[in-house]
C-alpha cells in the first residue's frame, strides 16, 4: 500500500512539472532583467482599433508610456548618462550628479535612471510647474531648484540655471562629478532614437511603415526615428511632424521660415507656446531637431480642441489613456490617413501617459462628451 502511494506521488509531482513546463513554453514571458535600467525601450506597438476602423488605414502607436518611468525620455536619460560614462564624466560606483533643466519628463525620466545607476539628480524648474510634476521629482529624491520663468537669453532661466548650477559644482573641485545632461543640444538624445526606437518599429511593422508622426520638443525622437526610417525602411517612409497651436516647427517645415527668439534690447518677445499641450512645440531650432531636419516631409498643425476630444476618444474607445502630445499625434494621423491607400500603415508617437496630464489637459478632456465622434473632431 505505501509503495502505491509513493508511485502516485512521484506520478503526480511529474505531470505537475510536466503542465508547469508546458505552461512556461507556451507563453513568451521575458526573462528576468539585471535591473530597471534594463527595462527601458523595446516597448510595444499596439493597433488603435477605433481609428483603423475609421478610416480604413492601419493605425498603431508606439507605446513609449510603457517604460519605466513613464515616457521615451527613459531612453533619452539612460543614453545621455552612459555617453557621460564613456566619456569618463561619471563613472559607476564613485559620486555623481545629473543636472538638467527641465519642467517635464526628461527630470522624471533622469531621476530614475540616476537612482537606479547610483547617481544624484538636480532639476531646475520654472515655479508654475504642475504640483504633481514637483511631487514627483521630490519622492524620486531630487533635488528641485525652482526659478522665476524667464526667456531662454536670460541667465536665470531654468536650463541655463541648471547648466550655472553644474558648472559650479564642478569648479568646487571636491571630486564629486557633475554633468549638465542638456537634453536639446545633446546628441546622445538624437542618436539613441536612431539606434533603438526606429529598428524597434522597423522590426514591428516588418519594415512596412507608410507614415510615421511625431511631436518635436527637443526633437530627438522624430529626429532620430525618421533619419533611420527613411534610410532602413522597406518602403518609402512619409514622416510627419505634428505640431501644436502656437508652435513655430509649422512654418519651418512647411516654409522654411522660423522665428527664431531672440531677445533684443528692450524687446520682449514670445518664447513660450501657447498652447495646452505639454512637451511639444517651440520657437527655436535646437541642435537635435536640426540633425532630422532633412528627412520630414510635412508639418500638419493641430488645435487644442481637437487634441482634448482625442484623447477622450482614445480613452473611451479603445481604453488608451495617453497625455497631450500622443493626442496630437493621433489628429495628424487621420489627416494624413486620408492621402494614402487603404491597408497602409500609420506608426504615432504615445510618448506618455495621461496620468501626467491630469491637473490640466485632462482637466478640460474628462468633461468632454462621451460619444464624441470622429468627425466631430475632424470638423472643428
Ligand atoms: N511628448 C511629450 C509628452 C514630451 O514630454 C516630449 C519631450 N519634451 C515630446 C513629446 C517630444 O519629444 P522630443 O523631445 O524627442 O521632441
Not at 260 to 266: C, I, M, Q, T
Request: charged share 20%; with cysteine; glycine share 8%.
Amino acid at each position: 500500500w505505501n509503495e502505491c502511494l509513493s508511485i502516485a506521488a512521484v506520478l503526480i509531482g511529474t505531470y505537475t512539472s510536466y503542465k508547469y513546463y508546458k505552461l512556461c513554453k507556451t507563453q513568451d514571458i521575458p526573462q528576468p532583467k539585471g535591473g530597471v535600467e534594463e527595462l527601458i525601450g523595446n516597448t510595444p506597438l499596439v493597433k488603435i482599433k477605433s481609428l483603423t476602423k475609421a478610416i480604413g488605414v492601419n493605425v498603431y502607436a508606439k507605446l513609449e508610456l510603457c517604460n519605466p518611468a513613464g515616457s521615451a525620455k527613459d531612453r533619452v536619460a539612460l543614453n545621455i548618462i552612459k555617453t557621460a560614462e564613456e566619456r569618463g564624466e561619471l563613472v559607476r560606483g564613485e559620486p555623481g550628479w545629473v543636472f538638467e533643466g527641465t519642467s517635464g519628463s526628461t527630470g522624471i525620466s533622469i531621476a530614475v535612471v540616476c537612482n537606479a545607476l547610483g547617481y544624484r539628480t538636480h532639476i531646475s524648474l520654472p515655479d508654475d510647474t504642475s504640483l504633481e510634476k514637483l511631487a514627483l521629482l521630490e519622492s524620486l529624491g531630487a533635488t528641485v531648484n525652482k526659478v522665476k520663468p524667464a526667456s531662454i537669453v536670460d541667465p536665470n532661466q531654468y536650463v541655463n540655471a541648471a547648466k550655472k548650477a553644474c558648472d559650479d559644482l564642478n569648479k568646487e573641485g571636491n571630486g564629486v562629478r557633475a554633468v549638465f545632461a542638456d537634453q536639446f543640444e545633446n546628441e546622445a538624445n538624437w542618436k539613441v532614437h536612431y539606434q533603438t526606437t526606429g529598428p524597434e518599429i522597423a522590426h514591428q511593422t516588418n519594415g512596412n511603415i507608410d507614415a510615421f508622426i511625431a511631436g518635436c520638443g527637443t526633437g530627438g525622437t522624430i529626429s532620430g526615428v525618421a533619419k533611420f526610417l527613411k534610410e532602413k525602411a522597406k518602403v518609402p517612409c512619409h514622416v510627419v511632424l505634428a505640431d501644436p497651436q502656437g508652435s513655430g516647427f509649422y512654418n519651418r517645415v512647411n516654409y522654411g521660415v522660423m522665428y527664431d527668439y531672440v531677445e533684443k534690447e528692450g524687446t520682449r518677445r514670445r518664447h513660450q507656446v501657447d498652447t495646452i499641450v505639454e512637451g511639444i512645440g517651440l520657437n527655436r531650432i535646437t541642435q537635435n531637431f536640426h540633425m532630422g531636419e532633412e528627412f520630414i516631409d510635412e508639418s500638419i498643425r493641430v488645435n487644442d480642441n481637437q487634441a482634448i476630444r482625442m484623447a477622450k476618444y482614445l480613452s473611451v474607445n479603445d481604453g488608451l489613456f495617453v497625455g497631450s502630445s500622443t493626442a496630437i499625434n493621433a489628429v495628424a494621423a487621420v489627416k494624413v490617413a486620408k492621402r494614402l491607400s487603404p491597408g497602409a500603415n500609420i506608426v504615432i508617437i504615445a510618448c506618455d501617459s495621461g496620468s501626467r496630464h491630469l491637473s490640466k489637459f485632462w482637466k478640460e478632456a474628462k468633461e468632454i462628451n462621451h460619444d464624441i465622434s470622429l468627425e466631430e473632431i475632424m470638423n472643428i
